[in-house]
């Protein structure tokens, strides 16, 4: 009779265990001092491709500016407007030969990984590459003001405007990351998003590429040569999780050592009561909004039946209470926005004039434009049409889901019937972008200038791009004109801005709803952080693990 | 038994076409686009208009589909419009972890199942049956993600028992290459595996469990306990062999369901699988994404159908006779 001895048995079970027990036993290394640790980054996204030009997702770019060095960075204060504020990278300096010629003189020191050094030649590829139409990067319309970028010598280079105006410097610099012209030179303009070199890159910057396996991590090692100063903290590794919410359990399990934003009040209050993390508030660049549909659903040539009508959005924008739907969703992570601006923005003005919540005045309005409940059903009507819109929500935001519900039970108070449409996130942005929709609740994360983004989204140059609702005013875009390309004062530039916000706001193209607070969650053994609002990892090289505060983990050597 | 072979052949390639088929045709006719960004930011529509020109968006759906089909027979799964390389290179990364997820999960779904099972049927209507019936049919009845967030939370987050997510220990682990970290892997798996083993587990010991029971009652049972042999005997050796025939079935048909089925656990988990690659893909509208994971779960299906039917006419003479 065959039978299984005791013995066996045990013997198994007991090496399984001893396998378990070795797999989280901690394997002791050996680094010591100011250069060792690893901080591992819980993430809800991935890079798509490791090359600047052609991506600009979040996660790419707080990758790819630890592999690729700018001619200069943003300083602390976020001030786009002159050239003051900015910070050295790969330019030790810089000069304006003519208002609208800037010379960049390249430090020397500078090299990429395989050794060679940063050229001017570098600079002037890079700026060919983000302007090829065949690229087609996301960046080429900031650059459109910037007429050639030529060598003068191996490190000196020029940068030529077509014109004069505040943010020239800004333009220059922030939007591209220099590339290295004789690795990729010969790679054909078309496949740039597929090139290898995308997925295993060589840089100038603070780190360099050690692997990335999809859809679970992306490792960088510091260059211990880095001609700006050797990074404290030895490896960077993002950990790619389906959603930020996952990153932020893996970070209080303690399996993650940051995370840029901690998303809900809960999170905030959990990361809190952890004695092993440290919270970061920052301002946040995103900022959301109810937009109104100006133009009929699918027909741009006529105007919407209900929000054609400039006072019956006032009207809607009265009823609603801003202030307390913020409260239920963010808690005291977010505040009501002045405008279309996220808090990052300077233009950022609490005493910009805005429509009041007012609900009394806004039934007078409602009644005023014959929109009464006729019939008592407690919807308003007005020539047998009842009060009602669909609102476009994406089911891949549970903010913007939130906001929609709570906004459809006050304006049921108001006698008006809000039906929502919640989609996925493709389809809510097929459907905005032709302007298939009444209104819809979006977001939008902003640039560190307003320059761009209200441009894009507010102006007519955003029709058929991010201007959804195709609102226009010619006096708004005439002093928006004038603050992005007249003036020249930083405190002109913003008594213009909010001038030209006023306006906006007493047309009521949208409700502008939350503009974020961020927190991110460092543990803290980690020292020196600090946070630059507008990329929250532009200053990693800096941050340090004190050789006392080193676990078993950071002293691994590999 | 080659005729037979061909036929089933021929009927799962024609199997494998049509799935391919109808999603190649759903996913081009869905609403959305795939110029949409994963942290919502806008694409521009002059790079929405290049992804569309360089991939043959903007053809008919007959001429995408024509050239996807001569692709496919050539083995190019084409490039992934979202990851921006070849398909077959993010399924290559991806396949091995969900295997690794989907076996984990099947040996402990029959092992246990199959121990309750007869553990059950050993004991039948007693305090011990009924019990683990209770049981079983609990943990049968839970959704997958729900089991999986619970035990995240108590293992993982409350107790650091177990990792709360990924297959390794990026910074001790980042390879499996010795034993120490063959161990690591085997931690990081645990719960996703028991996750989705569990609930197969519980459906498993029901089936065993009336499987036994029927095969007890038949007379060459009766007649090897009049022989007098031992209970244990009686049931192990001689019961058990004719129960398992069912079981053979679901084997077969248990590894395709836990490969497609690890998709929510894959999420739950952070497991870089088949499964999060495809969900990801569908929200972004990664068209040969979506085709390529719809290809090898079908394939999946379609092999576990012909091994159910190979193991049974392995275990089952009668079935080969019939067969041939």
Redesign the interface.
Known sequence: ?ATTRPSSRLTTAAALAG??????C??KGGCTGDYCG?L?IATG?EP??LLPP?S????TRDVTDQLFLKLADLGLSGNTIGDEDFQPLLAERWEWDTPTTLVFHLDPRARWQDGRAVTAADVAFTYDIYTD?LV?S?F??SLRQISAVTTRDSLTVVFRFRQRYPEMFYDAVYHMRILPSHLLRELPR?QW??AGF??APVGDGPYRFV?W?????L?LAADSTFFLGRPHIR?L?W????DQQ?AV??L????ADAVEVLVTPDNRDRAQADTQLTIYPYKGATYGYVGFNLTAPGDSTKPHPLFGDRELRRALFMTVDRGALLHNVFGDLAKVPPGPMSQLSWIWDPETRELPHDSARAARSLTRLGWVDSDGDGIRDHDGHPLAFRLLVPT??AVRRQYARLLQEQFRTMGIDVQLDE?????????A?AGRFDALIN?W?TDPTPSSGIRESWTRAGF???NYGRYENPAFERLVDRAVTSVLSRDEARRTWRAAIEILNQDAPGIFLFATENIAAVHKRVADVRIRPDSWLALVRTWRIPADRLTD?DR?E? | MAAWLVRRLAASIAIVWAVVTLTFIIVHLA?????????????????CA?LTR?FGLDQPIWIQYVKYLTALLRGDLG?SL????PVAA?LA??LPNTFALALTALILDFALGLALGIYQAARERRFGDIALGNAALFVNSMPTFWLGLVL?LVF??RL?WF?????RD?????RVDS?????????HL?LPALTLGLVGAAATARYQRAALLEVIRQDYVRTARAKGLPER?VLMVHALRNALLPLVTLFGLTFPFLLTGAVLVE??F?W??MG??A??AI???DYPIVTAASLVASVMVVLGNLLADALYGVADPRIRVRAS
């Open positions: 009779m396998l378990l027990l070795v797999g989280a901690a394997r690893t591992v996204g798509d491709v052609v600009d997702r979040a996660i139409s087609s996301p080429r319309p078309g998003r597929s995308g997925r692997a396996r999809a859809g679970e991590s490792e490896r590794i950990r790619f999780t389906p996952v359990t893996q209080i399990a303690g399996d891949t935001s989609v996925d996130f493709s389809v809510f942005n097929e459907r972008r977001a994360n058929g791009r991010s983990r691994v590999r | 609403h959305g686009s795939p110029c949409g960004q994963p942290d919502g930011r806008p694409v521009s529509p002059e790079v290049d360089r490039e979202a990851l921006h390389r993010a990364e991806a995240l993982g987050e650091h990792p709360v997510g990924g297959p990026l910074v001790r682990c980042p034993l120490l970290c063959f161990g690591d892997f085997l931690w645990t005997r999420t739950v952070a870089p699988g999060r690659l969900v990801t929200l972004q509208r």
